[in-house]
């Protein structure tokens, strides 16, 4: 996964993946060092500033990087480092495919949760929600479906969840925040809130992801995984859930899991179940119990009946 460490608001690179080390340095120059607006070919997107007004603390850009002498375009993701209030530090993803994230990070041990993804209509009401939201605020998902976004956040945090919609109508690009998470006086959970605009907009598609144990990332190397691990599934949720959002009319999408719409996205992108496995290391039989009881959701007998349904194909489910 190409991932830097930044020092904010100088941008200078202190530490780098293999993976960013090999995009942004083909010749096997050094990255560390070196300013990322030096290593792109075009302009800023001005979401920074927000950043470093403590207006965003993530955000999506467009950018082009230069690779072995040619323009390559990637999506990144600026996110601050939990645990510094100040911003002095960000984590920075470069994403070659927007679509999906092809690799994922093994968990670290004592990260538990799983992603609870979902959507809002274009009033910002939530229509869709995961089975997952039963763990982090012990409602049922029938409890939150019709729920403002907004009350699923503490007060103190609706601004920001403003902001960053505001940011996502101005780009039509998404934004990660830090908020506190409740519902009717239950929970108050510290979360990553990753949101990607839908169309029409306001409408969006959303990932939270339980972020109470997470350390300071600066603290030592297993606080620095952690930070990598959570800011890689808020991400990666998300664009399940932006998938999966698109598909609103297929009956029993919303009662799939964050991590059955991650196997579904991979599915769907051509994976097969060993190679799913591998990425997010499940055994091959577990990856299959989560198809089995999409399947079961679904009311689908196949993997080739699933896709048909997803791709909304002429041919109806179950017929040959």
């Not at 800023?44 to 007004?53: I, Q, S, V």
């Not at 051509?270 to 679904?298: C, M, Q, W, Y």
């Amino acid at each position: 996964m190409p991932a830097l460490l930044l020092v904010v608001p100088t941008e200078q690179i202190v530490a780098a993946s293999p993976g960013a080390q090999r995009l942004l340095c083909s010749d096997g120059g050094p990255v560390v060092g070196r300013n990322l607006e030096d290593l792109t070919i075009d302009e800023p997107t001005g979401a920074l500033e927000l950043f470093r007004a403590g207006r965003l603390d993530g955000y999506e850009a467009r950018r082009r990087v230069r690779h072995a002498g040619e323009p390559v375009p990637v999506t990144m993701w600026l996110r601050a480092v939990p645990g510094h209030v100040d911003r002095r530090f960000a984590l920075a993803f470069l994403l070659p495919d927007p679509g999906l994230l092809a690799e994922t990070l093994r968990r670290p041990e004592g990260l538990a949760a799983e992603a609870v993804v979902g959507s809002t209509d274009v009033h910002v009401i939530v229509d869709r929600i995961s089975a997952d939201v039963v763990e982090l605020l012990d409602h049922d998902p029938v409890d939150v479906i019709g729920q403002s976004l907004f009350r699923l956040v503490h007060a103190d945090d609706v601004a920001a969840v403003v902001r960053a919609l505001a940011q996502g109508a101005d780009t039509g690009l998404g934004a990660s925040l830090a908020v506190r998470v409740q519902l009717l006086g239950s929970g108050n959970h510290r979360c990553q809130l990753v949101m990607m605009p839908l169309v029409p907009f306001p409408s969006v598609a959303f990932a939270l992801l339980d972020e109470e144990s997470t350390a300071d990332a600066l603290a030592s190397a297993l606080g620095m995984r952690q930070a990598l691990w959570q800011f890689d599934q808020g991400l990666r949720s998300a664009t399940a859930s932006r998938l999966a959002a698109g598909n609103r009319a297929v009956p029993g999408l919303s009662r799939l899991s964050g991590r059955e719409l991650e196997i579904v996205a991979r599915l769907m992108n051509g994976d097969r179940v060993p190679a799913i496995a591998e990425s997010l290391f499940l055994s091959p039989s577990t990856v299959r119990n989560h198809l089995s009881a999409v399947f079961r959701k679904l009311r689908v007998q196949s993997q080739q009946e699933l896709i048909r349904l997803l791709r909304r194909t002429d041919t109806p489910p179950g017929r040959p």
